[in-house]
């Protein structure tokens, strides 16, 4: 898979809550408070950027250097 095509990998909210080892309810109660990882609607389906969710976990990031 190439760079380009992995970055706009689409993943099922199943597979994000695997990931981050949390619930399918956490994420929706996240995407309730606008406070997880960005996600796309279609039509009814929620989908998510594989890239957008790596952003999220670099987001939280704590450095422990001085």
């Known amino acids: ?9 689409i993943l099922t909210p199943a597979e994000v809550a695997e990931w981050l080892g949390v619930t399918v309810q956490t994420l929706q109660g996240w995407r309730y408070a606008r406070t997880g990882p960005a996600y796309t609607k279609l039509g009814r389906m929620i ?8 952003a999220f976990i670099d987001a939280g990031r704590v450095s422990t250097a001085a």
């Open 47 to 54: 989908r998510y950027e594989r890239n957008q969710v790596a």
């Open 1 to 9: 898979m190439s760079k380009k095509n992995e970055e706009r990998e």
